[in-house]
Every structure is written in structure tokens, then in C-alpha cells.
């Protein structure tokens, strides 16, 4: 397996994995923008302008475009996340071209067209209903938005409403003029093909744009520490804690993630053992890391019953300070290890992990982290390395509580 990387004379940087065994080629362009670039009045326009870049070019319309990959047997899909952007296709590697002719298309050719535009806010509006209806992708959000304390790290992805209904084709263009055609601009390509044949196809299309310079994130503020409460006629009641945790370019991250499979990451952890497995608290119990280019969040959720919550919520801080306190066992980090590392190896099985793998590396780490050189870091973490990260780490006051639900009639909730 071979990985090579050139940088155009326009900026756009191009990276490619050789994989022999591939009958596939999966394509992906990067920008390094997503909802954290944007302002309050624009919340939300990039995962507008995802949707939209499948909504006909100059020379092909929206059913042209559908048609074309699924003519191969190939498909298409985007995704906007806080800190990028980004659509890919995947088709046998035979029809490499024709993926990066569709692909250079909508990101060079896109029309935005008015109609088309209109019609795509009923479908962003109903998505957004979709997760004020998911009450986890409801408090994900609210907990993001007031941990954030207003930073744009803590916007919806998605948006809101009013802002995607007032979206018109002039502020899509301009949005997408100066935010998506910056440096930064990545292609990914993945499969049984030479660097140099895809250099040279993107080449045509990519190598003469006009780039403007990187825009650099507004530093977040203090994360807000904090109880919010939104009361919501559910059956259950949801909870998260959050804490702030370690950004993708840490060296801590090693640590951090074996401490957060110890901890609530896994089945056999700490938490998912105390609450469902011994107590039957809570069917969904679990942690997770969010790191950004500088800043991260560890938080735990757990979907209860209104008159379960405070029980939760004392295992939880008791699980919390024994991780914090060292009192885990060094088995648990041997576990936790060999966890991270066999899903690693697993997912390397699959072409868009390794496209998105590819460009993620070098958005954020200007670099390419061989799995060699991950299964390594991951092997050198020691259970002290764990203790050391948990005692900072895992402090009560670093921690936020979001709840969402029929609450306690006192809202009398804390950690």
C-alpha cells in the first residue's frame, strides 16, 4: 500500500492510497470549513450548500447526476461536520474518471438554482425536525450550545429553521465563493490506482483554481460551567455530562482514549458495567470523545427514567472518581488498548475510512499517521499515563450537566 501526496500550484492538496486488493475507487473532496466558521445570521448554509451541490451543474442537472453513478453502480454522499466539509463518490476504478469529472462539477460548477434551492429547504427543514424529534440528537445539541456559551463550536450543524427558510441564492453564492474556495481544499482517493494517474486527472480540473487563504477558527472561549435544563414531555429523561477534554493534535489523545473505554467506552467499561449491567438504570449509558483542531469535549450520556435520574447520576459521579482516583485495574487498560487498536485495524478494511483517514490527517496534523505509528502510540500508553490524564481530566468541577426531559419537579439535578 502506497500513499502519495501532491500539492498543486493552486493549493488544493491531493492524496492517494495505492491499495492493491481494491476493485474500488472512492473520491473525496475536503474543504476545511464547517459549521464553525459560520455567524449566527449564517448558521447552518454549509450543510445547506452540501445539499445543494447535488442539485445540478452547469451541464448536468440534478437527475444527471444520480443517473451518471448509478449508471456504474456507484454511489454519492456528503457530510458537514463543525470543522469540514465534504462529498465523495465511490465507484469500480474503471469509471475513475467519471468520478472525478462528477465530482469536480458540482464543486466547481454548482448553479445553486433558485428553484432547486426552495425546494431543498423543505427537505433541511424536515432533517432538522427529524432531530428535534431524536431526543439524543436534541440534547447533543443543546448540550454543544451551552457548553460553548455561544461560540460558534456550539452551533447546529444542521442550523435552525428560521435561518435555513431565509437562505437565498445570493447569500448561497457568496457563502460558498469565500468560504469553500479556500486553501485547505483536499482530494482523497483510495484504490488500486497510481498517485500519478490521479494527480494528473485532478490536475485538469483543480490544478488552476483561484484559492483564497485558510481561514483560521476563532478561538473558543472557557467551556461555561453549569446545570441546563429543558424541559420536554418525554418518556425518558436525557442526560450528558460534559467535561473539556483534549483537541486532535494532543499528545495526550493516546491516553485520553484508552481512559474513555475504561471509563464508559465499551461494554465491558466501568460505566456501561454499574448502570445496565448490575443495576439496570439505563439501557443507553456511554462516553465519548470530541476533539477539534483545539479543543475537545469527554462527555457520558445516559437515557433514564425521570425517577431514576439522581440514582444515575450518583453511579455515574462514583464511577467518575474512582476512574479518577486510579482505582481501575491495569487489565482494564490492556483491554482498552487492544480494543482501540483491533477496531482500528478492522476499519482499515474499509475504503471511505481510509479516504476520510487520509484527508483528516492532513486537515489537522499536516501529516500522514501511518497505523503503524497509531498501534504504536496506543501500545506505549501505561496504565500510569492513564491515572495521570484521569486526575486532571476527570475533576468535578470541569464538568456540565444538559437534561432534557420531564424533569424532577424541584429540576433539583446536579453531579
Aim: proline fraction near 4%; charge should be negative; glycine fraction near 8%.
Amino acid at each position: 500500500m502506497t500513499v502519495g501526496k501532491t500539492v498543486l500550484d493552486s493549493g488544493v492538496t491531493i492524496l492517494s492510497e495505492q491499495v492493491s486488493h481494491l476493485r474500488s475507487v472512492t473520491v473525496g473532496i475536503w474543504v476545511s470549513v464547517g459549521s464553525r466558521a459560520e455567524s449566527p445570521r449564517d448558521n447552518g448554509i454549509g450543510h445547506f450548500i452540501e445539499h445543494l451541490l447535488f442539485k445540478g451543474t452547469e451541464g448536468r442537472k440534478a437527475i444527471d447526476i444520480s443517473r451518471e453513478i448509478e449508471s456504474v453502480g456507484g454511489s454519492m454522499n456528503a457530510c458537514t461536520d463543525r470543522e469540514y466539509t465534504f462529498f465523495f463518490a465511490k465507484a469500480l476504478a474503471k469509471d475513475f474518471p467519471l468520478v472525478t469529472d462528477l465530482l469536480s462539477d458540482i464543486f466547481l460548477n454548482s448553479r445553486f438554482d433558485g428553484e432547486e434551492l426552495e425546494r431543498e429547504k423543505g427537505v433541511v427543514l424536515q432533517e432538522i425536525l427529524m432531530v428535534e424529534d431524536n431526543p439524543e440528537d436534541y440534547l447533543h445539541d443543546f448540550f454543544h450550545e451551552s457548553f460553548w456559551g455561544g461560540h460558534p463550536l456550539g452551533f447546529p450543524v444542521q442550523g435552525t429553521a428560521g435561518n435555513v427558510a431565509a437562505f437565498d441564492r445570493e447569500r448561497v453564492l457568496g457563502y460558498f465563493g469565500d468560504r469553500f474556495r479556500r486553501q485547505g481544499t483536499i482530494v482523497s482517493v483510495v484504490g488500486n490506482l497510481p498517485h500519478e494517474r490521479v494527480v494528473a486527472e485532478f490536475s485538469k480540473a483543480m490544478g488552476s483554481l483561484d484559492l483564497g487563504s485558510r481561514l483560521l477558527p476563532e478561538a473558543p472561549p472557557p467551556p461555561r460551567p453549569g446545570v441546563f435544563l429543558k424541559k420536554r414531555p418525554l418518556e425518558q429523561l436525557h442526560l450528558v455530562l460534559g467535561a473539556p477534554g483534549v483537541s486532535r493534535g494532543s499528545e495526550l489523545k493516546y491516553a485520553a482514549h484508552v481512559m474513555n473505554i475504561v471509563l464508559g467506552g465499551s461494554m465491558s467499561s466501568r460505566l456501561f458495567q454499574e448502570i445496565r449491567e448490575k443495576r439496570g438504570l439505563a439501557y443507553s449509558i456511554y462516553s465519548s470523545l470530541s476533539s477539534y483542531a483545539d479543543s475537545g469535549i469527554l462527555k457520558i450520556y445516559a437515557g433514564t427514567s425521570r425517577e431514576k435520574a439522581r440514582e444515575v447520576l450518583s453511579v455515574t459521579s462514583d464511577v467518575v472518581d474512582a476512574v479518577r482516583e486510579g482505582r481501575f485495574r491495569d487489565d482494564e487498560v490492556v483491554l482498552a488498548k487492544e480494543l482501540i487498536k483491533g477496531s482500528m485495524q478492522l476499519n482499515l478494511e474499509s475504503a471511505e475510512y481510509r479516504m476520510s483517514r487520509l484527508a483528516m490527517n492532513e486537515m489537522f496534523l499536516g501529516r500522514l499517521e501511518s497505523p503503524e505509528d497509531v498501534l504504536r502510540r496506543v501500545d506505549d500508553v501505561t496504565p500510569e499515563h492513564v491515572r495521570l490524564l484521569a486526575a486532571s481530566m476527570l475533576r468535578r468541577d470541569r464538568f456540565s450537566l444538559a437534561a432534557v426531559g420531564d424533569l424532577p419537579a424541584d429540576d433539583g439535578l446536579a453531579f
